[in-house]
């Protein structure tokens, strides 16, 4: 018989116990925080809080919210609290220094987020029968790490296949016959097309697949569902978080439980700070109540969405929050990687360009793509041809070194790109990404 990872004394916990488990879980972390955190330990002084305030979850809302500008002001180490000799790992987001988010783990970290991933998996309909190819990223990035370490404590046969290389994807899913597939669902959309060009699609044993990391609509869901023959699961996390894993989808395919026995979930109002009731869209506030290394409270995501504690078919209690419906800042997610204007900005402006640039961002054949307009100096337009095509290519280069992904960079005329009265339209957005 196929042995599931199931752990329903925990994912189908009666809600008043599993609130006070999180109340339990709260006031020890915070006290861990206080005694090994200084920076937040400040931030709390600041605002009049000590541990002893904190009694359970109903005091949440009296700690103060982090944010990306905490993470990039107590970078490194500052957000730490073990000592180093206790941590294992790192992940990281990609971009350079100040953007870039690196977080710690010990080893127990890392056994509850391969938890929260077999989760996952598990609520997928994985087993130790399953053929698992995990074609997120490895290295840096959470996903492939992530899934990898999840699909292990399953018990499933792991692939680890790492991103790109179409041809072999293909070639070890068929071969090997793997039954779930991990990625970004924009690279399962584009196997889907590759599988369907190459006629192998008899030849594939995939049942489901979970996908995550970026946006994608149900329409979405749809194509590749078709497209693969499979059932495709949404999955939900953060690098500041662990990665993948804080909040899966379950057979109903109508939102994402989130392991609220690893992590308080609130909706707030992005302008105010102020905490709105279950059902009211607002930024998603993550609390971690079991991270050693890297707990952050009350981390603000940035992503917009709804929670509901709607009771689900199959019979998980955690609350369900629905896929990110938005963000509250500038950030892009490209081909599954983080890019904010900023950075682009940064860099065109240490190569000597001007700062009239725009950022077209589409969606062609289910991959991402990632245009950037430059306009010329005067003095650069007059130029030779070879000498543009030159520039255009150094700015790819260094585009790549601190993105991490490759943009198609156009010179352009000057003054040809509109001006604005208002707020420059630095971004133009092409993909449905929320719809
Ligand atoms: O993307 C972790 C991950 C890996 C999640 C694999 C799922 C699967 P970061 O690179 O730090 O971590 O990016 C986090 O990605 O704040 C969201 O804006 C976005 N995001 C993650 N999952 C989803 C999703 C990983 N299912 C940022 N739907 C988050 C929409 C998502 N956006």
């Given at each position: 018989m196929a042995k599931r990872y199931y752990q329903p004394e925990i994912e189908t916990m009666p809600v008043e116990q599993l609130k006070a488990l999180q109340s339990e879980r709260l006031v020890k972390q915070v006290k861990h925080v206080w005694e090994n955190v200084p920076y937040y330990r400040k931030k709390m002084e600041e605002k009049g809080?000590?541990?002893?305030?904190?009694?359970?979850?109903?005091?949440?809302?009296?700690l103060p919210f982090l944010t990306k500008d905490d993470l990039r002001e107590a970078y490194p180490y500052g957000l730490l609290a073990k000592p180093l000799k206790d941590c294992v790992r790192i992940q990281s987001t990609s971009g350079t220094t100040g953007r870039r988010v690196v977080a710690f783990y010990t080893q127990h970290d890392i056994d509850l987020w391969e938890d929260c991933c077999a989760r996952a998996i598990t609520a997928a309909g994985g087993t130790d029968e399953d053929v698992v190819q995990v074609a997120y990223g490895y290295g840096l990035f959470t996903g492939g790490a992530g899934l990898n370490g999840g699909s292990h404590k399953v018990g499933s046969l792991t692939i680890?296949?790492?991103?790109?290389?179409t041809e072999r994807q293909i070639q070890f899913m068929v071969d090997l016959e793997s039954t779930i597939l991990c990625c970004t669902p924009s690279y399962a959309a584009y196997l889907g097309e590759s599988i369907e060009e190459r006629g192998v699609r008899d030849q594939i044993k995939l049942k489901a697949g979970i996908f995550g990391a970026e946006a994608w609509t149900e329409e979405m869901r749809h194509d590749i569902e078709n497209k693969l023959g499979i059932k495709a699961y949404d999955i939900y996390g953060l690098t500041e978080t662990s990665g993948p894993g804080v909040a899966f989808e379950c057979e109903e395919q109508s939102g994402m439980h989130i392991n609220e026995d690893h992590f308080i979930a609130e909706i707030i109002n992005?302008?105010?700070?102020e905490v709105l009731p279950e059902g009211e869209k607002g930024e998603l506030v993550f609390t971690s109540i079991t991270k050693e290394a890297f707990p952050l409270l009350r981390y603000r995501t940035k992503d917009l969405c709804i929670l509901s504690r709607k009771k689900c078919s199959c019979g998980r209690t955690h609350i369900k929050m629905t896929k990110p419906l938005g963000r509250s800042d500038d950030m892009l997610i490209i081909r599954g990687v983080n890019v904010f204007p900023s950075q682009i900005e940064t860099v065109l402006l240490n190569e000597g360009m001007t700062p009239n640039y725009q950022i077209i961002v589409d969606r062609v054949n289910n991959t991402d793509t990632f245009d950037i307009n430059v306009e010329m100096s005067q003095e650069m337009f007059s130029d030779s041809l070879g000498k543009i095509s030159e520039k255009e290519k150094q700015l790819v280069a260094s585009l790549k070194a601190m993105l991490g992904i490759q943009a198609k960079v156009h010179l352009v005329e000057p003054k040809s790109i509109t001006r604005s009265e208002?707020?420059?339209?630095r971004v133009i957005d092409k993909r449905k990404l929320y719809g």
């Open positions: 809080v000590t541990p002893d305030d904190i009694k359970g979850i109903e005091d949440l809302h009296k680890p296949m790492s991103s790109g290389n992005p302008e105010t700070g208002g707020k420059a339209v």
